[in-house]
């Protein structure tokens, strides 16, 4: 059974199948981990690249298909992967520690992708409210925006609130549970990317 849920054009709620395939890198060697102790933090917070040069080098990219991939193995591989991008098959997964910005400058148009995915590790990293909020406002991404990762029930309604349109729920969690968390709310206050506030929608005279 799909975890993918999607929003369709009229903003309805689907249980898809996933298109695309995620890649994903694989786990550094244990001189790697060692050399790396300490700077994790580090790495999260300024944006640096997470993956070795050795990650990079052995991911494995499927040869045919759509690919979500890393940013930063487009930005190491991207000759490889330019022709597939050419045709729509390549989508770009962004890490809560890096940024919009970084993405843009990687493409002269972002809405030539047609996936931006961001990846959460843990549910209580806020920065992925951020990331898409900024990617639909201040970058005007109008393409599907995934949030993927430790992506929980409980937080879906302030995903889609804050631009986010298509939702990989975690694999221990049921779909079908957490489509109806996207009417938790009917009259949201605050102003959000998806509406403006409730005082401004409501006439009270």
Do not use: C
């Not at 849920?5 to 550094?28: F, H």
């Amino acid at each position: 059974m799909s975890n993918l849920i999607r929003l369709n054009a009229a903003g309805v709620a689907e249980i898809v199948q996933d298109e695309w395939t995620r890649v994903i890198p694989p786990a550094p060697g244990e001189e790697s981990v060692r050399k790396q102790a300490g700077k994790v933090v580090l790495f999260k917070l300024t944006g640096e690249a997470t993956f070795t040069p050795e990650q990079i080098a052995d991911t494995q990219i499927p040869a045919t298909g759509k690919v979500l991939v890393p940013l930063t193995i487009w930005q190491a591989r991207k000759a490889e992967l330019q022709a597939r991008f050419d045709t729509g098959d390549v989508g770009i997964v962004l890490a809560t520690h890096e940024t919009a910005e970084a993405l843009q400058a990687e493409f002269t148009d972002i809405n030539t992708l047609p996936l931006v995915a961001v990846f959460v590790e843990r549910f209580a990293d806020g920065r992925i409210f951020t990331l898409g909020n900024w990617l639909r406002t201040r970058f005007a991404y109008k393409n599907e925006l995934r949030a993927i990762g430790d992506v929980l029930r409980d937080q879906l309604f302030f995903h889609k609130r804050s631009g986010f349109n298509s939702f990989l729920i975690r694999a221990d969690r049921s779909a079908q549970e957490a489509v109806a968390s996207l009417n938790d709310f009917s009259q949201p206050y605050q102003g959000a990317v998806d509406d403006v506030p409730v005082w401004r929608r409501v006439n009270r005279t």
